[in-house]
């Protein structure tokens, strides 16, 4: 009979052999390359407002995105109820391009409730899912207990789980060891790291890379350092503001034009240094040409115009546009 480690032992040899094979015959899903996390339009009366979602997806259309993140943290999904996540997913399927990835979150408090989100996003077209460390009660959420947590969704869950490490949001890092041990679940295929520590990025992708394990940047911030460690790609919340600039700056990365990349990397940092400090509710405005709006739910701060305005300073200086080529897509005169 054998011993629950040699059991543990030889599942996981199983999963990896699976997911070698399913490399082999193209079955892994690439995830490679950049994702806005995309916002949650409101009308003024608070409900989801689908018309300008809609008009937004026309938009980030005409940009070589990989895909789409929905109900991710710029989503605001823990202000939505799980009828509004699930119909969001459903309305960006439907005017999604068929070439383009919708990555949904699907994370919730519980196990079960994860379980359930997770099927019934698939069920709405979501091609794979964005999974956040469960963190209400993050002093018991040690490795063990996120691996079964985990585990458990994966194997229920129709479509790929990606992890999703955000220690600035959940007060918890998941386990570089878990992360590992992760990796070799067969439906487990990548994590979104937005903790930005470049060294634990590259030991996660060091220690993962015999499972074909793929690692995105959770931010424009530390996007080219976490392509020079082998990331994939990132998720990143500035590309909803100067997304073509963002997917540039991946392409450099990848085609090992590290030079311009470093060039266009310095230009990026300041505005998203403006993205990360204005309050959650900045995002809502009319950032780029996307329709947004200042009406959101259960907002625990007012919003702060003089921030507003900061964020959208930087892309008009002058010396944050010197060093690149064309122009950068912001309309500087409705900020004066």
């Known amino acids: 009979m054998l011993s629950v480690r040699s059991f543990n032992i030889y599942t996981r040899s199983i999963a990896s052999l699976w997911r070698r094979s399913s490399h082999c015959a193209g079955q892994t899903l690439d995830i490679s390359g950049i994702y806005p996390p995309i916002v949650t339009p409101f009308t003024q009366k608070g409900e989801v407002d689908y018309q300008s979602l809609y008009k937004n997806l026309q938009k980030y259309n005409n940009i070589p995105f990989k895909g789409l993140v929905v109900q991710g943290s710029n989503g605001e999904y823990p202000y939505l109820s799980t009828e509004e996540r699930i119909e969001v997913v459903r309305r960006v399927k439907q005017a999604l391009p068929k070439a383009k990835l919708l990555m949904a979150g699907s994370g919730c408090e519980s196990t079960k409730a994860?379980?359930?989100?997770?099927?019934?996003?698939?069920?709405?077209?979501?091609?794979?899912?964005?999974?956040?460390?469960?963190?209400?009660?993050?002093?018991?959420?040690?490795?063990?207990?996120?691996?079964?947590?985990?585990?458990?969704?994966?194997?229920?869950?129709?479509?790929?789980?990606?992890?999703?490490?955000?220690?600035?949001?959940?007060?918890?890092?998941?386990?570089?060891?878990?992360?590992?041990?992760?990796?070799?679940?067969?439906?487990?295929?990548?994590?979104?790291?937005?903790?930005?520590?470049?060294t634990r990025i590259g030991l996660i992708v060091h220690k993962t890379r015999s499972q074909d394990f793929q690692v995105l940047a959770g931010s424009a911030g530390f996007l080219m350092a976490s392509y020079t460690v082998g990331a994939v790609g990132g998720v990143c919340a500035l590309a909803n503001v100067l997304g073509q600039e963002v997917c540039e700056l991946a392409?450099?990365?990848?085609?090992?034009?590290?030079?311009?990349?470093?060039?266009?990397?310095?230009?990026?940092?300041?505005?998203?240094?403006?993205?990360c400090e204005a309050s959650p509710h900045c995002r809502r405005l009319q950032l780029k040409d996307l329709l947004v709006s200042e009406m959101q739910r259960l907002t625990k701060y007012p919003l702060l115009l003089d921030n507003i305005n900061r964020h959208r300073s930087w892309f008009s200086r002058p010396a944050a546009i010197a060093e690149g080529t064309g122009v950068l897509p912001w309309d500087t005169t409705s900020c004066q």
Not at 252 to 260: A, H, I, Q, R, V
């Open 114 to 198: 994860t379980i359930q989100m997770s099927e019934n996003m698939a069920s709405a077209g979501a091609d794979c899912l964005l999974v956040v460390t469960p963190c209400f009660y993050h002093g018991r959420m040690d490795g063990s207990a996120l691996i079964h947590h985990y585990i458990q969704v994966a194997d229920s869950s129709p479509v790929p789980i990606v992890l999703y490490n955000v220690p600035a949001s959940t007060f918890l890092d998941l386990p570089v060891s878990a992360v590992i041990e992760l990796s070799q679940h067969p439906n487990i295929i990548g994590i979104k790291d937005s903790g930005g520590d470049i």
């Open 251 to 275: 392409q450099l990365c990848t085609s090992g034009e590290w030079d311009k990349a470093r060039k266009l990397q310095y230009r990026l940092i300041e505005p998203n240094i403006a993205e």
